[in-house]
């Protein structure tokens, strides 16, 4: 059975840094690409970036680029993203899903809340 | 990279069709047979339910179909059920290797 598990969210202040981790399990890792997905409260989907499974091609939204990282240990079948410079637009719940092909997200984790605030 | 457009909602009763339109550029829904279309009911995770335009992954009802002309797709639920009722959100590959989503739909069973 495919499982996504996202962890390390939380309450961080404007300007700081928080990384995510999402977990895999179920599946071959290294052959499939990972996206992060979040949602803002109460809004809709918003791509933010993706791995591919070598993890020699990094993919990421114009609104995080220069401020996010992804990176991903194959060894440890987990994905990560580094969250630097965080603003409050950023606050949203954040899903990684595993990628079918590229565009195509066949399973989700159950997402995991990042709020940025003073 | 602007999101593709969505109706912010549609509602039919039980039995009905409903179709939700999903309108991109060039650079996207019209320039790939690579829309997907996901439904979310509240505070889950989306689930994948037509992807590649008019393909649907095993276990998803056939009540769900999916469309595509020019930058415009479309997803079609017949025989509305009650458990259709959530929010539903098309995607796309785009020309800058990332992907958009469109806004969502809420889907109202009357």
């Known amino acids: 059975e495919v499982q996504l598990l996202e962890s390390g969210g939380g309450l961080v202040q404007p300007g700081g840094s928080l990384r995510l981790s999402c977990a895999a399990s179920?599946?071959?890792?290294?052959?499939?690409?990972i996206h992060w997905v979040r949602q803002a409260p109460g809004k809709g989907l918003e791509w933010v970036s993706a791995m591919s499974g070598s993890a020699t091609s990094t993919y990421y939204a114009d609104s995080v680029k220069g401020r996010f990282t992804i990176s991903r240990d194959n060894s440890k079948n987990t994905l990560y993203l580094q969250m630097n410079s965080l603003r409050a637009e950023d606050t949203a719940v954040y899903y990684c899903a595993k990628a079918a092909d590229f565009h195509v997200f066949d399973y989700w984790g159950q997402g995991i809340l990042v709020t940025v605030s003073s | 990279q602007s999101a593709l457009t969505q109706p912010a909602s549609v509602s039919g009763s039980p039995g009905q069709a409903i179709t939700i339109s999903c309108t991109g550029t060039s650079s996207d829904v019209g320039g790939y047979n690579y829309v997907s279309w996901y439904q979310q009911h509240p505070g889950k995770a989306p689930k994948l339910m037509i992807y590649?335009?008019?393909k649907r992954p095993s276990g998803i009802s056939n009540r769900f179909s999916g469309s595509k002309s020019g930058k415009t797709a479309s997803l079609t639920i017949s025989g509305l059920q009650a458990e259709d009722e959530a929010d539903y959100y098309c995607?796309?590959?785009?020309?800058?290797?990332?992907?958009?989503f469109g806004g969502g739909t809420k889907v109202t069973v009357l």
């Open positions: 590649d335009v008019i």
């Open positions: 995607s796309s590959y785009t020309t800058s290797t990332t992907v958009v």
């Open positions: 179920g599946f071959t890792f290294s052959n499939y690409a």
